[in-house]
Each structure stands twice: as structure tokens, then as C-alpha cells.
């Protein structure tokens, strides 16, 4: 499940096979799934690539699938595949944040680009995450020392004015400043401000 596939939810069989052969024949892994509850069962935060999920479906459907994921915390990007009277509710999960919708019958180089591009996108998205959370990691091994001294740091304050704000000796600013420096991985206050870039 961790590996970055489209997972396809259809209860069509015929639907699922083609449109499995299809990614595969563009070197797109793909994982399929009968039911939303059966793909429910199978995910967890880390599932990564993208959903192709059909709206209607006997059982649960795609939109309380949808539902469901965005309970769950998920941000996978999701595909609607949807007949001509579901467009006014694919177009309403669009605005709720579905990545895309497609009516039957299917564009098949179409479908196959978004795919495409929801995979790469929920790959940067992981990326960036993984980035914030080794940032946040390092700023909580920081004293509340460390903190204030960093704050100001990127508030591009010399250090003595930082001793002067936090009336504590030049020197003193000088060690936490190092020891700031050295848990969060950076050598100038330059690199340190480019960490947060991506938001703490």
C-alpha cells in the first residue's frame, strides 16, 4: 500500500481490469479495489500515489468514500470517474478538494496525464511534509533559550543586540547561538532562515 500506485476503486470488474492494464502499459503501477469499503480496510496514512475512485458504486460510495478519507486526515489526491447526471456533484467535490473528475466514457490519455500528475503532486506534498517534519523534530530538542535566540536570529538582530534584548552577556548569546545552530543543522542564519521557507 506504501508504495506510490493509482489505487483504483470500481465495482465494475470490467472497468478495473481495463483501466489496471492500461496504467501498467505506461508503466504505472496501479492497485484495484471492488468497494470503498475494501479500500478503506487497505489504507493508512502512509498509502501514497493517488485514487481513481467511481462515484456510484453499490454499497458505499465514492463520495462517502470521500467523505471518509477526508475524515481520516487524508490528502491523497482524488479522480472521480462519474456518468453524465454525476457532474454536478463531481464538480461540487472539486470545490471541496477533489483533484479531478471523469465522465464515461473515458479519455484514456487523459485519465493516464492527471494520474500522472496527482502521483507527482502527492509526491511533493509527502516531500515538503517529510522536510517540516524534520525541522519541527529539530526545533523541539531547542531550549526555550535556544528559542527566543532564534527568533531574533531571523528577525536579523546582531548578537549584541540580542544580549541587550534578553540582558544577557554577549557570550552567553554566542553559546546559545552555536548550540542553536548546531541542533538544527545550519551553519549561517542564512541557511537557517531558508529552513523555514517550507513553514515550521
Known amino acids: 500500500m506504501n508504495t506510490p500506485q493509482a489505487h483504483l476503486v470500481d465495482d465494475d470488474e470490467a472497468i478495473r481490469d481495463a483501466l489496471c492494464w492500461l496504467l501498467k502499459s505506461r508503466g504505472l503501477p496501479c492497485a484495484a479495489y471492488d468497494s470503498a469499503e475494501s479500500f478503506l480496510a487497505a489504507w493508512n496514512p502512509a498509502t501514497a500515489g493517488c485514487i481513481v475512485l467511481d462515484m456510484r458504486m453499490s454499497g458505499m460510495s465514492g463520495l462517502d468514500c470521500y467523505d471518509a478519507l477526508l475524515e481520516r486526515g487524508s490528502t491523497l489526491p482524488v479522480i472521480f470517474l462519474t456518468g453524465h447526471g454525476d457532474v454536478p456533484l463531481a464538480v461540487a467535490t472539486l470545490k471541496r478538494g477533489a483533484f479531478d473528475f471523469f465522465e464515461k466514457p473515458l479519455n484514456d490519455n487523459e485519465l493516464v496525464t492527471r ?46 543586540v540580542i544580549a541587550d534584548e534578553l540582558n544577557i552577556s554577549m557570550r552567553t548569546v554566542e553559546v546559545h547561538r552555536a548550540n542553536l545552530f548546531d541542533k538544527m543543522q545550519v551553519k549561517t542564519a542564512v541557511e537557517l532562515a531558508n529552513l523555514f521557507k517550507t513553514g515550521r
Open 115 to 160: 494520474i500522472e500528475e496527482a502521483m507527482a503532486l502527492d509526491s511533493r506534498q509527502r516531500a515538503e511534509n517529510a522536510t517540516v517534519d524534520s525541522v519541527n523534530a529539530r526545533i523541539s530538542r531547542l531550549t526555550t533559550r535556544e528559542r527566543q535566540i532564534m527568533d531574533l536570529v531571523l528577525a536579523g538582530k546582531y548578537n549584541k
